[in-house]
């Protein structure tokens, strides 16, 4: 753990092993939060992914809202019926988002392409 010293004007100089693992330029934007007596900083950038959750209806999990869009959770192809074809149906999905399609070795994942 690194510490850092508030001046008299309320700055604080953020170490460099700090900056570089958040990948902080300057100029970037840093949200203030205060929770119990500590201080949390949150880049601009990392904030957009702020942790709201959800309940998976297929597999009972946790997931994030921003991870349940981004994988389609609500548009699972219907051969999805269990958790084993959650992650099969999610990366359809995603490869159909992006005009692509998924080859795999699974001959039971309809609509992809079966290497043999």
Same mark, same amino acid.
């Given at each position: 753990?690194?510490?850092?010293?508030?001046?008299?004007?309320? /700055?604080? #100089?953020?170490?460099?092993?700090?900056?570089?693992?958040?990948?902080?330029?300057?100029?970037? =934007?840093?949200?203030?939060?205060?929770?119990?007596?500590?201080?949390?900083?949150?880049?601009? *950038?990392?904030?957009?992914? #702020?942790?709201?959750?959800?309940?998976?209806?297929?597999?009972?999990?946790?997931?994030? /809202?921003?991870?349940?869009?981004?994988?389609?959770?609500?548009?699972?192809?219907?051969?999805?019926?269990?958790? =084993?074809? #959650?992650?099969?149906? *999610?990366?359809?999905?995603?490869? =159909?988002?992006?005009?692509?399609?998924?080859?795999?070795?699974? =001959?039971?994942?309809?609509?992809?392409?079966?290497?043999?």
């Amino acid at each position: 753990m690194t510490t850092t010293t508030v001046s008299s004007e309320g /700055k604080v #100089v953020l170490p460099s092993l700090v900056r570089n693992q958040l990948r902080l330029a300057p100029g970037t =934007k840093l949200f203030c939060e205060i929770r119990g007596d500590s201080v949390i900083l949150t880049p601009e *950038h990392l904030r957009r992914s #702020v942790r709201e959750y959800t309940i998976d209806s297929l597999t009972g999990l946790r997931v994030t /809202k921003a991870s349940a869009d981004l994988l389609g959770a609500d548009r699972l192809p219907g051969y999805a019926l269990g958790a =084993k074809q #959650v992650t099969d149906g *999610h990366l359809l999905e995603l490869a =159909k988002a992006a005009s692509m399609q998924l080859a795999t070795l699974d =001959k039971g994942i309809p609509g992809a392409c079966l290497i043999s």
